[in-house]
Nanobody
Framework: QVQLVESGGGLVQAGGSLRLSCAAS????????MAWFRQAPGKEREFVAA????????STADSVKERFTISRDNAKNTVYLQMNSLKPEDTAVYYC?????????????????WGQGTQVTVSS
């Protein structure tokens, strides 16, 4: 069992940056593939980025590929999402997710554990 707690969301102007953090409980964090998803009002949850247990493999959605970077620190049981050049369309609740195993996947239903989410609002 893994518990995930996101932090770092907030209100930022377009063009600004935020770094989201997701702290995980449990001693087996390093064996989990981690990901970030987001959900805007009235829209379905969408994949943002994922990272393998070692950090050696990542996947990023095309819509954010040049602006967002996912990383992890297994010593701190934490995964990060660095978001630069933010746009109003990035406004959403951002969720951290975890799944056992090392294969990077991008579909939400394959992730077993979820955080409560952190709100990111980008003003124009």
């Amino acid at each position: 069992q893994v518990q995930l707690v996101e932090s770092g969301g907030g209100l930022v102007q377009a063009g600004g940056s935020l770094r989201l953090s997701c702290a995980a409980s449990g001693r087996t964090f390093s064996s989990y593939t981690m990901a970030w998803f987001r959900q805007a009002p009235g829209k379905e949850r969408e994949f943002v980025a994922a990272i393998s247990w070692s950090g050696g493999s990542t996947s990023t959605a095309d819509s954010v590929k040049e602006r967002f970077t996912i990383s992890r620190d297994n010593a701190k049981n934490t995964v990060y999402l660095q978001m630069n050049s933010l746009k109003p369309e990035d406004t959403a609740v951002y969720y951290c997710a975890a799944r056992r195993g090392g294969i990077v996947v991008v579909t939400a239903f394959r992730f077993e554990f979820w955080g409560q989410g952190t709100q990111v609002t980008v003003s124009s």
